[in-house]
């Protein structure tokens, strides 16, 4: 029985109709459990039951997706709790090869205290605490009565402090999980009947969403791989190989061309993450240069002889260093001035 509007999705859920996504699902699960069949012998039980469901999934899917009105000849479907969605925290190496997780999920089940309806009664009557024992309280309208009290300014029912009023209870689940090869960001994986239960209702399906957490070596470039990997300063300028991991655990290797002195960058393709065409991108490659921190004085002699070994030859080696030099220093007031009184 679906609803005719979303204002009577509401209205059978027992909510105003600004209320919050998990306002719905708590909701739900509190009428959910009081009107199933199994648990309500009522003679209206089973009908206040569907039409609970039919508000449910009217609102969560949307006025668009929500089901045509069934023709005379079909058979309903079986009633079953909602469907769960939580996030798949990943491994960059368990997103591209797949694997077997255990999971811990937290669900939400119904208060032992209050029963889920988020409310105890008293052995005796209070002070509201929501009108301070007026029976009415402020709107935009002016003063209206109080609904927690319903005007009476005492009330024996009070927020239950065990939910805080919310009427839910949070235990956790263990979940193994087998994550298939190819799981890029956001993919979901769907597994039947795996939804945290909801009343005596068949459980829904659990959808699980794929994130990549934060890695010690590749990093996110939004939907790309990239690694950064330092490599001595003389090599870089001699020229060479130079090896690169991969996910996996794997090493490439990558060839450098001699006079590289600068932070460069190479793709190695296949290397990076799943795509949803299928197959996986490419891994960027940075080249880092590293300089070297403590010199003896064997290299320190090593390097004033190639020092001199390149004196005189600095416009053809260095030449955004000569162009800087003759525009800035050979050009200086100071340095004209020098040169005159040298001829002097």
């Not at 263990?174 to 239960?197: C, D, E, N, S, Y």
Request: proline fraction near 7%; include cysteine; charged fraction near 25%.
């Amino acid at each position: 029985m679906q609803p005719a509007s979303r204002a009577d999705a509401f209205a059978a859920l027992e909510l105003d109709p600004d209320a919050l996504p998990q306002e719905i699902k708590r909701a739900f699960r509190r009428l959910a459990m009081q009107w199933h069949p199994d648990r309500n012998r009522g003679e209206d039980a089973a009908e206040r039951f569907r039409q609970i469901k039919a508000a449910h999934d009217y609102l969560v899917r949307g006025d668009d997706e929500a089901d045509p009105a069934p023709a005379a000849e079909a058979e309903p479907a079986p009633a079953r709790g909602p469907d769960q969605e939580e996030t798949l925290w990943l491994e960059i190496e368990e997103a591209i090869f797949g694997g077997v997780l255990a999971l811990e999920l937290e669900r939400a089940e119904a208060c032992g205290v209050c029963g889920g309806s988020g409310r105890v009664t008293l052995a005796s009557s209070r002070m509201c605490a929501c009108c301070g024992g007026s029976g009415r309280i402020r709107a935009e309208g002016g003063l209206v009565r109080c609904d927690l009290c319903g005007g009476r300014g005492y009330s024996a029912e009070v927020a239950c402090d065990s939910c805080a009023g919310s009427g839910e209870a949070r235990a956790g689940r263990k979940l193994r999980v087998t994550v298939p090869a190819g799981m890029w960001p956001g993919r979901r994986l769907r597994l039947a009947g795996k939804a945290a239960p909801v009343g005596d209702l068949p459980p829904g399906d659990l959808l699980l969403v794929s994130q990549l957490r934060l890695h010690g070596l590749f990093a996110l470039r939004g939907d790309a791989l990239e690694v950064t990997v330092p490599v001595p300063l003389f090599d870089l300028l001699a020229g060479g190989t130079v090896s690169v991991p991969v996910p996996g655990g794997g090493v490439e290797v990558l060839s450098v061309a001699a006079g590289t002195a600068t932070e460069t960058r190479q793709v190695l393709a296949g290397h990076g993450l799943p795509l949803r065409s299928g197959g996986r991108g490419d891994l960027t490659v940075v080249l880092q240069p590293a300089l070297p921190e403590r010199l003896g004085k064997s290299d320190l002699a090593a390097l004033r002889v190639l020092q001199e070994s390149l004196a005189g030859r600095e416009a053809r080696l260095y030449p955004a260093l000569a162009d800087w030099r003759a525009r800035w220093l050979d050009s200086s007031p100071a340095r004209r001035r020098g040169k005159s009184r040298k001829k002097g």
